[in-house]
């Protein structure tokens, strides 16, 4: 590889940027891959990877790698595993369950299990985990993805996923600088205004990111968020006072520092294309993720530092660091892809599992569970949208292997009428005790994720005075409002989550060599 000092400007320019591929796409639009494949050609750093299954997904990148003059890296947001982008892999309960177990050897073991699994996709770079504090419980988008509300919890797990990450030469990402937890906004919709004093950051969401720092993470991606007390005019992640003052002079940190995804509307709403990515490249970050147009970022990204010479030394800065970065994965000097080991991925079924068990809490007396096979029962999930029936689904299917017993199911939203209650309730009059499942957590794009107060209303009407039991999975501050004495919180809806959930309350337990 010939010396940075020697690459073309369009070389350097096109290093700095990682758009977001597609998988499904990729094997299904012809016109789609073309254009993937010529951004290879003119020398991209890598992709975000989203969608299809893992097979694909290493089809895609080994495919990929084969053609690249330059070893690419790819990352994805794979914070509680695979899952999360893809159809397949491990899942993991989210980092809030894992808050709340509070046991940060299976916090490092969780996140040794997802970077393994990563590489053998061909990724290297996990953009987890999340810094955030979760100090604002109406946060529709960080919520259950962080490990907690308080600096000292979210800074001691963060660090041993750092840890676990990186041991297996994957890379990690602490996000969303200076902190996404206290708003009550989505950044993928608007921008977030974090209206706090540069010495509360301090005494708060800062102390994870010097943890993260501390620790030796990789990467810190900034997010869109309006610091007031840092920069008043512009978000954080096109904030030269953010980035180089506060992120680099004040807390030290020389590693590589991306952006947050920009085509959210948080910024594309606020600003142009080529005002959004020269600002961005000037603010000081080293890679831009996901802008809306890759090719056309690359040409603005060329055309800025042929202007400046200054700007050009900042970026063969960066290149040097996306070099160095791209070393420590293993994919330079020469990429190898790791041989799948599907027996390590059964083992890391039983990981997430176990995992899960230590994760539920319970306020129900010992003496209502398990709940009584022999009884007739109704259970019904309370989904939010479209997006929880899956898990829905699973919790259903579950319970009734778990049970072995006849029970009528249903799905259910606070937006059903009396009248339908009242039928509800007479096609259930057998039922001797009944389980709500709550469905509901933060999703990007979704808006707030409150639950109406006719929740209680609606659940009391169809209890109808006989004993009900709620899980609630994801999103836990439901609980404040909830008239119930008979409580499990699962801090998630993982598959696992909802297996350890169903094992609390039918009393199962996992075999001892399990």
């Not at 053998?120 to 509300?149: E, H, M, T, Y």
């Not at 469905?439 to 209890?463: P, V």
């Amino acid at each position: 590889m010939k010396k940075i000092e020697n690459w073309e400007t369009s070389e350097l320019a096109a290093q700095c940027i990682i758009p977001r591929l597609d998988v499904e796409k990729f094997f299904e639009d012809s016109e789609y891959k073309n254009e993937i494949i010529n951004l290879v050609k003119d020398g991209i750093g890598g992709f975000c990877i989203f969608g299809g299954n893992c097979e694909l997904a290493e089809k895609a990148t080994s495919y990929l790698q084969s053609i690249a003059e330059i070893p690419l890296i790819f990352a994805a947001d794979f914070e509680n595993g695979l899952p999360m982008r893809l159809d397949d892999g491990t899942s993991f309960p989210h980092a809030m369950a894992l808050g709340i177990a509070n046991d940060i050897k299976v916090t490092e073991e969780i996140a040794i299990a997802i970077a393994k699994e990563a590489k053998d996709i061909g990724v290297r770079w996990n953009l987890a985990p999340v810094c955030d504090i979760n100090s604002n419980p109406k946060n529709p988008i960080i919520n259950i993805r962080s490990f907690g509300q308080t600096s000292e919890l979210v800074a001691r797990h963060i660090c041993a996923y750092i840890k676990g990450t990186q041991s297996e030469t994957v890379a990690s990402t602490a996000k969303h600088f200076p902190g996404h937890g206290n708003t009550a906004i989505d950044s993928h919709i608007e921008l977030p205004i974090i209206d706090c004093s540069e010495s509360e950051l301090y005494e708060n969401e800062l102390i994870p990111f010097q943890k993260a720092i501390e620790c030796g993470v990789k990467s810190i991606m900034v997010g869109h968020l309006l610091v007031k007390s840092i920069d008043e005019s512009k978000p954080a992640s096109l904030s030269e006072k953010v980035i180089k003052l506060l992120l680099r002079e004040k807390l030290g940190y020389d590693g590589i520092v991306l952006t947050d995804a920009l085509d959210m509307k948080s910024v594309v709403n606020k600003y142009s294309q080529d005002e959004l990515i020269l600002q961005a490249i000037s603010a000081g970050n080293d890679i831009l993720l996901m802008p809306e147009n890759p090719a056309s970022a690359i040409r603005i990204v060329e055309q800025s530092i042929e202007r400046s010479e200054e700007l050009r030394q900042q970026v063969i800065n960066s290149i040097r660091k996306i070099i160095s970065l791209k070393r420590f994965c293993g994919l330079i000097p020469g990429f190898a892809r790791n041989e799948t080991k599907l027996n390590t991925w059964m083992k890391h079924t039983n990981l997430a599992l176990r995992a899960a068990i230590k994760t539920i809490k319970s306020d129900i007396a010992e003496s209502e569970l398990p709940i009584d096979n022999s009884k007739q029962y109704a259970a019904f999930s309370i989904i939010q949208n479209d997006n929880d029936m899956q898990a829905a689904s699973r919790f259903f299917t579950m319970l009734a292997q778990a049970t072995e017993n006849d029970c009528d199911y249903g799905y259910l939203d606070t937006n059903i009428s009396d009248e339908d209650i009242q039928k509800l309730v007479e096609n259930i009059q057998n039922a001797e005790f009944l389980i709500f499942a709550i469905f509901s957590r933060g999703r990007a794009y979704q808006g707030n994720i409150e639950i109406s107060e006719k929740l209680n209303t609606m659940l009391e009407k169809i209890s109808n005075g006989r004993k009900k039991y709620i899980i609630i999975f994801g999103y836990p501050y439901f609980e404040r409002k909830l008239k119930c004495e008979n409580i499990i919180y699962c801090y998630s809806d993982s598959f696992p989550s909802i297996a350890a959930a169903i094992m609390k309350l039918t009393g199962r337990e996992l075999p001892e060599n399990y």
